[in-house]
């Protein structure tokens, strides 16, 4: 999972920043360091990274690099055909990697649309745990990829569901500043009151991590719930 950024773009159907997309996360590990309940998984240098950024090295004689289906499924190329066959070798396609994690994890987190939609189509669990009760759902928002959160909550995500330590997908949405995350989660589950184990709610880690965009949105959820319920009251 990346560490929540200051910045998005303004493209509607996505909240994807380029420089996060540039060094997405190929093995996903917690920072032993935990100072808080909110701590998003970060990018690792890997070969999967450097592939993406385009910045491998050219050799006089190149080195063939092969990778997993988890990292194919990463790097958005996966087909149909490939799909089937790993899921007939495997016998389930939710077999985990080294560290944990499904290739719906991986591509997940690494916004490939297109590959979730085929792992799900195969028959992939949306609600699958990686370590530390990181389901795909989470990787998604954390990485402000919104086309994903929605396609997974329509297939039956658990919008509310918690990591480890009480994050919701919502809270790593709010902090990565990725306010059209919010808005599918908001339409999801209306719930702003949700805390993690130190008592952050979305909308205070929005506010601690700077991010405008998400608070605003969070701002204008609030006022309509508020005044709804005054309108309710007379």
């Not at 996360?25 to 450097?50: E, G, H, I």
């Not at 795909?136 to 995500?157: D, Q, S, Y």
């Not at 719930?191 to 993690?196: C, E, G, V």
């Amino acid at each position: 999972m990346v560490a929540p950024a200051n910045t998005i773009q303004t493209n509607a159907n996505s909240d994807d920043d380029e420089g996060v997309r540039s060094a997405p996360t190929s093995m996903l590990v917690l920072d032993a360091k935990r100072k808080s309940a909110f701590l998003p998984y970060r990018p690792q240098s890997t070969v999967l990274t450097n592939l993406q950024r385009g910045n491998t090295e050219a050799t006089f004689c190149p080195v063939e690099v092969s990778l997993s289906f988890h990292e194919r499924a990463g790097q958005g190329e996966i087909t149909e055909e490939q799909v089937a066959a790993e899921r007939a070798r495997q016998q389930n396609i939710d077999y985990k990697d080294a560290h944990g994690f499904t290739a719906l994890h991986w591509a997940a987190s690494y916004g490939q649309l297109v590959s979730v939609q085929l792992l799900v189509a195969a028959g992939a669990n949306v609600n699958t745990m990686a370590p530390d009760l990181i389901s795909p759902l989470l990787l998604a928002a954390a990485g402000g990829h919104n086309e994903i959160v929605r396609f997974l909550l329509e297939h039956g995500a658990d919008s509310g569901h918690m990591d480890i330590v009480g994050n919701t997908a919502l809270m790593y949405a709010a902090a990565g500043n990725h306010p059209h995350t919010c808005n599918e989660l908001l339409a999801k589950d209306l719930d702003l009151s949700a805390t993690n184990e130190d008592g952050d709610t979305a909308y205070s880690l929005a506010v601690e991590h700077g991010a405008h965009l998400a608070q605003a949105l969070l701002e204008q959820y609030m006022t309509a719930i508020i005044t709804a319920g005054a309108f309710g009251s007379i």
